[in-house]
């Protein structure tokens, strides 16, 4: 495979849970490559469908509600969505890890750091107690937490919220995996704090050559730290393009909506934001067609809302669902 | 004279050990905090989680004691005032909420919500109650027929709206909107943003708008003050902050936020570790302590207490950020 190649293409995804009120497709349909060695960056709000993503490509997806119902994952030569589920446990952890959004629910909080760390070693590799100690000092050194042989004896409770993100990434990076899947990782923390954690992940993707999807809602973590992006909308990528060329020249008028109405640090005080009419559609409202329509403040005819419009190559490398309404 | 005047405001919890937990130390949320709003004006209040900005909101709306120092609303020497004295004063001064999940009665109507402060300060009969239940919601822009239905039918932003036509049922004054955007998604952000103008306009109504947002906070306010660990180190007019911060604090913040431009994409001076605990603080100017600055030593037993460098905008004088 040559060294071009994206490290992950996301085929026509259809993942769907079944519920008391019938099936809910959350992800409909989404296509994807994410480019070696970069950060791919999905970006939507709540339920658009970002997350589950997310845990299709890991196999995460809450059992036996969660389906994969159609598509593929192509990853190193292998079709994740259709992989055993021991083949997955190989994969997972060791090749694609992920970090989540709240540390505190993520760790287990009557584990040491170290143990949670030695597991995530065992798991995979054959290795003696002094390897795996001197692993773990050696990544914690790696994700800047002071004192590691100290911390390794410690508690989640016993570390801050910044700190407790870091070991989570020195836990998902211990293995060097070659995909990083980040689901808001600094939604939680301040500020201040999550500029440190961004610029950590940037650092040892340099240095570890690996390819990072980053999940968020913030546009602003997007633009800065993100290669390409994908923007999602009630379980569909509706744009999809380079960083530069998406911020630039959004074509699809959600994407234009969204990037109009964050209020920007040299905007005039106490003015009126440009602001998108309505309610993101919760998943039982997913119309068949365009699904932006109807907030889009265009006219819609019934056939727009009803049929569903093609993913196309606008021009190079920017993609978008072609409604000829909220693409003018 | 301004609505509300904050003199060295100080909000200590007791900590509380050992085996007849006897108070072994005091957490200072609020270590001698001084402001004034006046009438119509926005202040706008940030700062890292921690840092006291909602104890500072729930101390003015009198849900605290305060330790020390002293709180005027219209005049009147509100820090002490019983809960019989400050009734009538209620009506002036709301509270808006992060989650308004969490902060509506989830077994009441929307009408019962909203009909509630009138209930409480015994004002209008049912009919007129009703009426302007209907008024309240056409105002924050919910229909009509809203007014039987129950919080968990409504998304997170109406769910907003509920929230706020609740705080200005009474027509207050002063509303405290703590995190108001927060919870909610970012295209539904910006129509509550200007609600809440939209309705400053029309009412005349002053805000502390308390976010970490420093984004949001400078499109919404007149002025901000940037809290750390307890204390205002900065407080100067919205533009005027943000373009020329002067307290190694506001630096930091302001060089943190991730800009929503690729084109803008910079080496940060990044600020490390976390913000230090309230319990124990150290001595002096807390941020110089926490960046090793060389002349954090001076600082300390040092007045600090804001200085005007320029016309309405104030510092904290340590050697060591400013």
């Known amino acids: 495979m040559s060294n071009t190649a994206p490290i992950l293409e996301v085929r026509d995804l259809v993942t769907a849970f079944d519920t008391d009120a019938g099936r809910m497709t959350a992800v409909d349909g989404i296509r994807f490559d994410v480019p070696r060695g970069k950060t791919f960056g999905i970006v939507g709000e709540s339920g658009c469908g970002k997350s589950v993503t997310a845990f299709s490509i890991t196999r995460l997806l809450p059992q036996p509600h969660g389906k994969i119902l159609g598509g593929s994952i192509h990853f190193e030569g292998r079709d994740l969505a259709s992989l055993p589920i021991e083949e997955m446990q190989r994969v997972r952890g060791n090749d694609i890890s992920m970090i989540f959004q709240e540390p505190m629910t993520a760790l287990n909080p009557v584990q040491t750091v170290g143990r949670q760390l030695a597991e995530a070693i065992l798991l995979h590799t054959e290795c003696s107690t002094a390897d ?27 570390l801050s919220g910044g700190m407790r993100q870091r070991v989570m990434i020195a836990m998902a990076l211990i293995n060097k995996p070659k995909l990083l899947i980040a689901d808001e990782p600094t939604t939680a923390l301040d500020v201040t704090v999550q500029a440190q954690i961004l610029e950590l992940i940037a650092d040892l993707q340099q240095e570890m050559g690996m390819s990072v999807i980053l999940i968020t809602h913030d546009l602003g973590v997007i633009a800065q730290v993100c290669d390409e992006v994908a923007v999602m909308y009630a379980g569909r990528i509706i744009e999809r393009a380079g960083v530069f060329e998406l911020f630039a020249q959004p074509r699809h008028a959600y994407t234009q909506g969204l990037l109009e109405s964050i209020p920007r640090i040299d905007s005039m005080p106490k003015t009126q934001l440009k602001a998108i009419p309505g309610n993101v559609p919760g998943i039982a409202d997913f119309k068949p067609g365009c699904r932006f329509g109807e907030r889009s403040g265009r006219a819609h005819s019934a056939e727009h809302l009803n049929t569903r419009p093609p993913f196309v190559e606008i021009s190079a490398n920017h993609w978008v669902e072609n409604c000829p309404i909220c693409v003018a | 004279m301004s609505l509300l005047t904050v003199q060295n405001l100080q909000q200590h919890f007791p900590v509380r050990g050992g085996l007849l937990r006897r108070s072994v130390a005091s957490c200072k949320a609020v270590d001698g905090v001084s402001f004034s709003l006046g009438e119509g004006e926005t202040l706008g209040l940030v700062g890292e989680s921690g840092c006291g900005k909602t104890t500072l909101g729930k101390a003015i709306v009198r849900l605290l004691n305060p330790t020390a120092g002293s709180i005027h609303f219209e005049g009147q020497d509100i820090t002490h005032a019983s ?82 036509a609740r705080a200005i049922a009474l027509k207050p004054k002063l509303i405290i909107c703590d995190e108001p955007v927060s919870a909610l998604d970012v295209s539904v952000q910006s129509q509550v943003l200007n609600l809440l103008l939209d309705l400053q306009r029309d009412m005349g109504l002053s805000y502390l708008f308390i976010a970490h947002g420093l984004n949001v906070v400078k499109h919404m306010s007149d002025r901000v003050a940037v809290m750390y660990l307890g204390k205002i180190v900065e407080l100067a007019p919205a533009t005027e902050l943000y373009q020329n911060p002067r307290h190694a604090y506001t630096k930091a913040l302001l060089d943190a936020i991730p800009i929503a431009d690729p084109t803008q994409r910079r080496e940060r001076q990044l600020l490390r570790g976390d913000v230090p605990s309230p319990i124990n603080p150290p001595p002096g100017c807390a941020f110089g302590h926490r960046m090793k600055h060389p002349k954090w030593e001076q600082s300390v037993g040092m007045d600090l207490t804001l200085k005007e460098i320029a016309p309405g905008h104030f510092v904290q004088p340590c050697p060591c950020c400013t």
Do not use: C
Request: glycine share 4%.
């Open chain 1, 132 to 158: 795996v100690l001197a692993r773990s000092i050696d990544m914690m050194q790696k994700v800047r937490i002071p004192a590691p042989v100290q911390r390794l004896n410690e508690y989640p409770h016993q």
């Open chain 2, 83 to 164: 809960m019989r004295t400050l009734r009538p004063m209620r009506r002036h001064i709301q509270m808006i909420f992060q989650d308004p999940a969490e902060s509506l009665n989830p077994r009441h109507t929307v009408r019962d919500i909203l009909e509630e402060p009138f209930i409480v300060q015994k004002i209008g009969t049912p009919p007129e109650r009703k009426k302007w239940v209907a008024e309240l919601l056409d105002k924050v822009g919910l229909s009509a027929a809203s007014s039987d239905r129950f919080p968990f039918e409504f998304s997170g932003g109406q769910r907003q709206r509920i929230g706020i």
